[in-house]
């Protein structure tokens, strides 16, 4: 018997909920499971569309068109049990389903028209507008380079949009991006700054534009603007939904034109999944393309240049170049093929031939040498002969504080530096050493990893020569540890919290030496909490030690090191540091073969983020249970997991 569709369609509005991932897409298809073979009927094509929904967005995109031909077939069939919410639904996965035959070059040219054309007869039957078919009709042109790709650009963008329309921080990207593929940059920069001012979110935007906008200000002469694009791109990367292998390529593509040739490899090893096994064959070669002709313009002056890659076959970027030519020659001939037209070959040549700026391009926030003052302007130039005492320069740290609470964090890095500068120079270490750590937070923030690392190093050295005691450097040290492993120094950070470790691990190195031998009894609580503090930093650094060891890839120790960081944070309550600890331990285990040990912990991590109600934290790690369990054959168990988050 079937439970009521109230409840059916509020179970599945609860997948939605979740992020993206393994368990959404395990919640989901046992749900279309359940309402195909129990109802109610009228929750079928709601369950549907959520299912498409997250093998789309979850990366899994050929997935996808399994359950939206059964959606099609049931809309056909029974449109009675579609309401308006569940058409928009409908119709909205259409537009990515069309998109996506496109991405694969098995399918035939003809059956991608024909799908258009049903597209276009389906919107035309409900009465929908018509700007999302003429949009597929000129994504399709774009994708075969057919001599009307410019007169299917111009009819989109003459189209009204209306409810099945781009979103409205997608359409301007799209626009821009046929702007600059068609040498139009100037006006793709005027499109894109234009927009931005509004501030446009989406689940792929602002990342997305902004990866094709410091391109576009690179060819034009304009790099510093390419550099503060690139920091920005890079901060909202971080937080967008799906693989974006385009944008990851163009920053590649950045870095190497630029000359900072360690960080494009840093990039590379990263995204390096990608590189195998792309969300769409599309994709793939996209990236394919970038990291390529990347390598290619890296070779040119270090060849061998190494690489650390773990499925690719290649150890310096010549080697890397050579085989990424060897699998995109392949995949662009397919694509040509189907099209008919060599409009890939010719992409892929443009994209083997990219231009290295002149000399290197500092990228960095902080800068090895400081610059000096400001100089006065031309208003204070133009003052009387004696105007009376000069107003004091503002006070660098105060400058600071405001510059970080306004937002403009690059500015606050350079003011907490020089904050630093003035610290050092009055004999006050300790202010110094935490005034380069404010600056190194800063630059951290967005995405200047090289200078944060130089910042938290020097931070470092000027808190022990201060006398600052561990427990306040340690959060200093553990803050730098992201950043050093980002730069490739993870080993002398690891150095760092070893040490740390060791002190913390001395109860005496907190006792301030003039500590009077018999403390008063009012004391007593002070010096408890101060115990307390010391072994909470001490569990800390702990965790942050087996992550940098997770890093370096010393996954054994990396494993039992956060397993024991787990059970230490479980011990003294912390919950949701306990968790994280477990995930993590899970995860390692899972490498390390230790198969019931990592379900073990990723459960531990499941069960501590249902104690806090994170939701969300709770769905991914579930998702890493998920993907272990199904891997070693255990998919009962794995729908059993999925089955839980909606309990």
Same mark, same amino acid.
């Given at each position: ?382 003052? %009387?002969?004696?105007?009376? $005492? =000069?107003?004091? /320069?503002? &006070? *660098?740290?105060?400058?600071? !504080?405001? @510059?970080? +609470? ?100 001395? %109860?005496?190195?907190?006792? $301030? =030496?003039?500590? /009077?031998? &018999? *403390?008063?009894?009012?004391? !007593?609580? @002070?010096? +408890? ?119």
């Amino acid at each position: 018997m079937s439970r009521p569709r109230h409840e059916v369609d509020h179970e599945i509005g609860r997948v939605r909920q979740m992020p993206y991932g393994q368990a959404r897409s395990t919640a989901a298809q046992g749900l279309v499971a359940e309402v195909e073979a129990e109802g109610p009927p009228e929750s079928l094509a709601y369950a549907y569309a959520t299912l498409v929904e997250a093998y789309v967005w979850g990366s899994e995109v050929e997935k996808a068109f399994v359950p939206f031909t059964r959606a099609l077939r049931w809309a056909d069939e029974h449109p009675e049990h579609l309401d308006d919410g569940d058409w928009h639904m409908h119709f909205w996965s259409f537009k990515w389903m069309v998109a996506d035959l496109m991405e694969y070059p098995a399918v035939p040219a003809e059956q991608i028209e024909q799908t258009l054309q049903d597209m276009a007869r389906r919107y035309a039957l409900a009465g929908n507008g018509t700007d999302a078919v003429a949009h597929q009709r000129y994504v399709w042109a774009a994708a075969r380079g057919s001599a009307d790709v410019e007169a299917a650009y111009d009819a989109w963008v003459s189209t009204a949009r209306d409810d099945y329309s781009q979103c409205e921080a997608c359409d301007p990207g799209d626009r821009a991006a046929h702007l600059f593929e068609t040498g139009r940059p100037e006006e793709g920069i005027r499109l894109l700054e234009r927009v931005l001012q509004d501030d446009p979110r989406c689940a792929t935007e602002p990342a997305d534009m902004l990866s094709w906008l410091q391109l576009a200000y690179l060819d034009v002469g304009r790099v510093e603007d390419a550099v503060r694009t690139h920091r920005r791109a890079l901060v909202h990367l971080d937080a967008a939904e799906g693989d974006l292998t385009g944008a990851r390529g163009r920053h590649v593509e950045l870095l190497a034109r630029t000359g900072n040739v360690q960080a494009a490899v840093r990039r590379i090893e990263a995204d390096q999944r990608w590189l195998t096994s792309g969300t769409t064959p599309r994709r793939r070669l996209d990236l394919l393309m970038s990291v390529g002709g990347a390598a290619q313009l890296i070779a040119a002056s270090v060849p061998d240049l190494p690489v650390t890659l773990s499925e690719v076959p290649a150890t310096t970027v010549a080697e890397l170049a050579a085989w990424c030519l060897a699998q995109a020659r392949p995949l662009a001939d397919a694509f040509d093929l189907r099209n008919g037209t060599p409009s890939v070959r010719d992409e892929m040549t443009r994209r083997w031939s990219l231009r290295a700026e002149p000399h290197r391009v500092e990228l960095s926030v902080l800068s090895t040498t400081l610059a000096p003052a400001p100089a006065p302007g031309p208003q204070a130039a133009a003052q %009387p002969a004696d105007p009376g $005492p =000069s107003p004091e /320069p503002p &006070d *660098p740290a105060v400058e600071a !504080e405001r @510059l970080a +609470r306004s937002g403009d964090l690059e500015a606050a890095a350079v003011a907490y530096q020089r904050a630093a500068q003035d610290a050092v120079a009055a004999g006050r270490l300790a202010d110094a050493g935490f005034a380069h750590a404010e600056a190194a937070r800063c630059a951290q923030l967005v995405h200047d990893h090289e200078g944060a690392h130089r910042a938290y190093a020097r931070a470092g050295e000027l808190l022990r020569a201060g006398g600052v005691a561990p427990v306040f450097r340690g959060p200093v040290v553990r803050a730098w540890a992201p950043s050093a492993v980002e730069v490739g120094e993870g080993e002398q950070v690891l150095s760092e919290l070893e040490r740390l470790t060791a002190e913390l691990t001395d %109860p005496r190195s907190d006792t $301030p =030496s003039t500590a /009077p031998v &018999d *403390p008063p009894a009012a004391d !007593e609580d @002070l010096e +408890r909490r101060a115990d307390a503090g010391r072994r909470r930093e001490l569990v800390d650094v702990a965790d942050t030690t087996a992550r940098t060891l997770g890093a370096l890839g010393r996954v054994d120790e990396a494993a039992r090191g956060a397993g024991a960081a787990a059970e230490a944070y479980a011990g003294i309550g912390a919950i949701g540091d306990a968790a994280h600890a477990f995930w993590l331990a899970g995860r390692l285990l899972g490498r390390t073969g230790a198969v019931d040990e990592a379900v073990w912990h990723l459960e531990s991590a499941v069960e501590g983020f249902a104690m806090l109600r994170d939701r969300d934290q709770q769905s991914r790690a579930a998702g890493d249970l998920i993907d272990l369990l199904r891997e070693h054959g255990r998919a009962a168990q794995a729908d059993e997991v999925a089955r839980g988050l909606m309990s």
